[in-house]
């Protein structure tokens, strides 16, 4: 059974740091696509930033340059790191993983909210 336990979230002030964690289990983690999303209230969930298991990385217009995205495959973990916050930022953001062998849709973290105050 796949797992997602996400951690790190938060609140803090604009341009204050954070870094997300979320701890896989029940896939190879090594052949894994990764990726964290956001949503806001009101708002439709939103790629934030996204590995693949190559270590190509993609990021939002909106973060390219604040938050870089990371992985450890001995841990299993795959990390967010957020940089120069903005209140725009507050929102609950999701990890997401999906094995390059596997056809389905992935599977989801929880959930950890962020909060950045201006």
Do not use: H
Not at 25 to 49: D, I, M
Not at 68 to 74: E, K, L, P, Q, V
């Amino acid at each position: 059974q796949v797992q997602l336990v996400e951690s790190g979230g938060g609140l803090v002030q604009a341009g204050d740091s954070l870094r997300l964690a979320c701890a896989v289990s029940g896939l190879n983690f090594g052949t894994c696509g990764l990726a964290w999303y956001r949503q806001a209230p009101g708002k439709e969930r939103e790629l934030v930033a996204g590995i693949t298991s190559g270590d190509s990385t993609v990021y939002a217009s909106s973060v390219k340059g604040r938050f870089t995205i990371s992985r450890d495959n001995a841990k299993s973990t795959f990390y967010l790191q957020m940089n120069s916050l903005k209140p725009e930022d507050t929102a609950v953001y999701l990890c997401w993983v999906r094995d390059d062998y596997d056809a389905g849709s992935g599977s989801w973290g929880q959930g950890t909210q962020v909060t950045v105050t201006s």
